[in-house]
């Protein structure tokens, strides 16, 4: 029996791409990354679940299937085989291509995950670096998806394009890269996305009034609770991608 209960499923699975947004919850995330300082728990609790959402809403917005896997849901030892148990339990219910992005790449558009299931068509494999080394998207075929060679992987470090570049060649499948995005790991990364974007990007002036908001001790554990319903459950269908 796989563990594909899990999943955010309908009666109406259609389409041969699927996306994996696979996370931590937003507690979960706070602790993990500090954003704002580690003694601000409230703001970096806002901060995630406000990322975690402008995730979902950017794959809505996409016109793809997907699914939400959260840390409390995956299910493996390390992080390279919870990942890729969650993309064979995708592929189960008879995708042919499954795209994983995680919550901590706010740039990514709907424009880039359309992109790449194009890719898909022709390649066997899909990523987008980041600029620290690793890559904010991976996305892989039916037929170049081996769960007992992915897991193997050095997730989590710099050398991971060049694994995954390995990985596809011995295997006899060819690549497509993505623009390269910042992703956000740690205050540092945080800290400068912020300011290079706030004056005129959405998410960063609503997560700029939080951050005040959570500081002066006007947030609430209600305001928390709120961003983190909103997050689940999200149905299968969503809206068409308007180019």
């Avoid at 075929?141 to 390995?166: C, D, M, R, Y």
Wanted: glycine share 8%.
């Amino acid at each position: 029996m796989t563990a594909v209960v899990y999943l955010h499923i309908t009666n109406q699975v259609s389409g041969k791409t699927a996306i994996l947004i696979f996370t931590r919850t937003a507690a979960e995330e706070a602790v993990q990354k500090s954003f704002v300082g580690p003694g601000s728990l409230r703001a970096n609790t806002l901060i995630a679940a406000s990322l975690i959402r402008h995730t979902v809403e950017t794959v809505k917005a996409s016109g793809i299937p997907f699914f939400t896997v959260y840390s409390d849901q995956q299910h493996g030892i390390g992080f390279g085989q919870r990942l890729t148990n969650a993309m064979a339990d995708v592929f189960e219910l008879g995708f042919e291509q499954v795209i994983a992005i995680g919550n901590d790449s706010p740039d990514l558009t709907p424009g880039l995950l359309v992109l790449a299931q194009q890719q898909l068509t022709e390649k066997g494999v899909v990523y987008g670096p980041a600029q620290d080394g690793g890559v904010y998207l991976i996305g892989v075929t039916q037929q170049a998806f081996s769960q007992a060679n992915l897991v193997q992987l050095p997730w989590k470090t710099a050398g991971l394009i060049e694994a995954i570049e390995h990985y596809a060649t011995q295997y006899g499948f060819s690549t497509a890269v993505l623009f390269p995005l910042q992703d956000i790991d740690k205050q540092e990364d945080f800290t400068r996305w912020l300011f290079q974007t706030a004056g005129i990007d959405f998410l960063a002036l609503r997560i700029k009034q939080l951050i005040r908001k959570a500081i002066i001790g006007f947030a609430s554990i209600k305001t928390i609770t709120m961003e983190a319903a909103y997050l689940r459950p999200f149905g299968f269908r969503s809206p068409t991608f308007m180019y």
